[in-house]
Each structure stands twice: as structure tokens, then as C-alpha cells.
């Protein structure tokens, strides 16, 4: 079993393609998604754009997705602790110091980001499109 987790919030291709490589490292890929209340305190009163029924409809619907579930703590530790997953799957983006639930699986499987995809980034380049239009912020 494989275990992948994160806010996807405006579901992307970096996040399909993370979750699509992630599957093929078992038989099954079960994804942990961030509540809504767990998001707005990661990134902040803004977020999440996407409300957390709609993104778990999303991933559900991706082919490369077995289950989905959803957390409210800071971390998903304790459903780590609880599944006891054979993979845990991270972006590589994160150090292996700070991959939570390291302790708790086989291995932990950091996959490469696709350059150029970040929610992040995606919301910072509507903004700023926004602005040189003169319409007001989001």
C-alpha cells in the first residue's frame, strides 16, 4: 500500500503526476487530504481556493487513485499510525528529516515536481494578472 498526502488545492498536472507515479510503487494508493481547516492554517486565511468535498471528488475520480481520505490535524501521523502504509510517497521538495511518518513505513519514496506547476505559483500569476488589468484582487 502506498501513501500519498497534501492540500491539492487547484489540482493540477504536477499533482497528477505525483500521484501517478506514486501508484506504481504498489497495489494500492490511498491519498490524505488536508480539511479545509488544516489548510487555511498551512497557507493561510485565503486558502483553500477549492472547498475539501470538491477536491476529494477530484482525486477520487483520478484513475491512479484507489481511496481517499481526509485529516484535520497539522499532520497525518496518526492515520499513518493507524494504516501503517508500505510507501510513503513525497514531493521532493521535502527533506527526508522532515517527512512525517518516516518512522512509521518500509520506505519513504520522494518523487521529482514538474517543473513549472505550483498552486502557489498558479494563484500568484492569476494575481498578477488581475493586477495589470486594474481588476481588484481575488
Not at 477536491?55 to 497525518?76: G, I, N, S
Not at 511518518?101 to 518500509?106: E, P, S, T, W
Request: net charge positive.
Amino acid at each position: 500500500m502506498v501513501f500519498a498526502n497534501g492540500c491539492f488545492d487547484l489540482l493540477h498536472v504536477g499533482h497528477v503526476t505525483l500521484l501517478e507515479r506514486a501508484r506504481r510503487l504498489g497495489d494500492a494508493l490511498i491519498v490524505a487530504l488536508n480539511s479545509d481547516r488544516s489548510v487555511r492554517r498551512l497557507k493561510g486565511p485565503g486558502r483553500p481556493v477549492v472547498r475539501q468535498q470538491d477536491r476529494a471528488r477530484l482525486l477520487a475520480a483520478l484513475a491512479c487513485v484507489d481511496y481517499v481520505t481526509m485529516f484535520d490535524e497539522p499532520t497525518p501521523h496518526r492515520l499513518l499510525a493507524r494504516l501503517r502504509p508500505d510507501v510513503l510517497v513525497k514531493g521532493a521538495d521535502w527533506s527526508l528529516r522532515d517527512v512525517v511518518g518516516r518512522d512509521l513505513v518500509k520506505r519513504v519514496v520522494r518523487i521529482a515536481l514538474v517543473n513549472g506547476y505550483s498552486t502557489t505559483d498558479l494563484l500568484a500569476r492569476l494575481a498578477s494578472r488581475r493586477q495589470k488589468r486594474g481588476v481588484r484582487p481575488l
